[in-house]
């Protein structure tokens, strides 16, 4: 089964706050990302956090990371049309494998 | 333009048939890797390179061998073609093999099986 886990789909107000949620199971993980794929297209990252912290904030995108529950979340301000794309969250093990979970798909409306 | 190649972008062919999808990255990156992605868009990883070794097999049925002629290049190729061989195929690299690996992935190709 998925050793990364994340809700499939969420629908934002434009100008509202998006957060996407991500679980994983590895415990061994040393870093965990978060990529952005627009439609016809590669995946392209956004940010990453290293797994002995909490918090990450890069413009409008905020990290949060809480290791004991495993929980992952990327919280992204004032979303724009231009975000509506599918969210990857991943893991790295120290071997530098990565682990995909399924994808979130963004939907902002405005 | 720097960046991670991929030819070709699409790919229709029938059962049974051999093809060979071309991945080329100019970033002077040690390692290289393949992924499928599933009609669910789940990404699961094929194949990874580092300096033209191969590192990680993940079950792949041995109809997929990669080649890696030099660093820069890692070619997929897949003989007698399935129904369910049919996904988007994404080649990447990264500048190491250990994390934090960001990965830059090429724009994938659309392999479809009749």
């Known amino acids: 089964g998925e050793d990364v886990e994340q809700s499939l789909f969420l629908s934002v107000r434009e100008g509202d706050s998006s957060v996407i949620n991500c679980t994983y199971t590895?415990?061994?993980?040393?870093?965990l990302y978060w990529y952005k794929q627009e439609p016809g297209a590669g995946l392209q990252l956004l940010t990453y956090?290293?797994?002995?912290?909490d918090m990450k904030q890069d413009q409008r995108l905020t990290v949060l990371l809480n290791k004991k529950d495993k929980h992952l979340s990327l919280r992204i301000a004032d979303t724009q049309t231009g975000d509506s794309a599918i969210y990857f969250c991943?893991?790295?093990?120290?071997?530098?494998?990565?682990?995909f979970g399924a994808g979130t798909q963004v939907v902002v409306t405005p | 333009d720097t960046a991670v190649s991929q030819t070709p972008k699409y790919l229709v062919t029938q059962m049974g048939n051999d093809k060979s999808i071309k991945c080329e990255q100019n970033?002077?990156?040690?390692?290289m890797y393949w992924y499928k992605q599933d009609s669910k868009k789940f990404l699961k990883i094929m194949f990874s390179?580092?300096?033209?070794?191969?590192?990680i097999n993940e079950t792949v049925p041995n109809r997929f061998s990669p080649k890696s002629p030099d660093k820069a290049h890692l070619n997929l190729h897949i003989n007698s073609l399935e129904l369910g061989d049919s996904a988007v195929y994404f080649c990447?690299?990264?500048?190491?093999?250990?994390?934090?690996?960001?990965?830059?992935f090429g724009p994938g190709t659309r392999l479809t099986v009749l």
């Open positions: 390179y580092n300096n033209k070794e191969l590192i």
């Open positions: 590895d415990s061994s993980s040393t870093y």
């Open positions: 956090i290293f797994s002995n912290m």
């Open positions: 991943a893991e790295t093990d120290s071997w530098g494998k990565f682990q």
């Open positions: 970033l002077g990156h040690d390692t």
């Open positions: 990447a690299s990264s500048q190491v093999l250990t994390p934090p690996n960001e990965q830059f």
